[in-house]
């Protein structure tokens, strides 16, 4: 759910970009944060986050229509503090990561909703299950990044995003603790991307 739930996220970024913008983003792994919210019995709200996250976006100014996000996310990078929890989360009542390591976001279409918002819709596969999921994406900032003044790696322009989308765990075929624990999980995805 580092989903490729982090690609929708990219997508709608640069549709707010300016033409001086690269073609091709990014992601910045050591400032990418995918995070699955779900309720623990109704007593707490508790988060798995998912720390690896791998594809890119393709956008040219003019061409939103073109543009083209793909990402995917090992389930085997999961962390949640507790060695037997990753475990059963990756185990076969959940990800089952053994036969289905990846999660995937592909995106099909994107919408403005206001000057730096936007839902971004696509295809979400987990465990075999491809399943539209839409994503709320809210654009931080864009442009060149502060930190650059201080360290090379930040020069050039950048994308700051938030993307948010709620899912049923029983669509996607992930049964197990629910519905002691409710069967809606929240996807939260913060992510800079740099343009290459």
């Known amino acids: 759910m580092k989903t490729n739930l982090f690609a929708t996220t990219m997508f709608a970024a640069a549709a707010m970009a300016s033409s001086a913008f690269a073609e091709t983003w990014k992601v910045d792994p050591g400032h990418t944060e995918v995070r699955v919210y779900y309720s623990h019995a109704g007593f707490s709200r508790q988060s798995i986050e998912f720390g690896t996250v791998e594809g890119e976006l393709e956008f040219t100014e003019g061409a ?33 990561e053994a036969n289905f390591p990846i999660v995937q976001f592909v995106s099909t279409s994107v919408e403005q909703t206001g000057d730096k918002t936007l839902n971004v819709v696509g295809d979400l596969t987990i465990k075999d299950v491809s399943k539209p999921a839409t ?58 991307l740099k343009a290459q």
């Open 64 to 96: 939103v229509a073109d543009a083209k996000a793909n990402f995917s996310i090992p389930v085997s990078s999961v962390v949640t503090g507790n060695d037997q929890f990753n475990s059963d989360i990756v185990g076969e009542a959940l990800f089952n």
């Open 135 to 192: 994503f709320e994406v809210t654009v931080n900032g864009y442009g060149e990044h502060p930190v650059g003044q201080f360290f090379d790696y930040y020069k050039g322009q950048w994308l700051g995003i938030t993307a948010t989308t709620k899912i049923k765990a029983s669509d996607w075929e992930m049964g197990a603790f629910f519905p002691p624990n409710g069967d809606e999980l929240e996807i939260v995805i913060n992510a800079e």
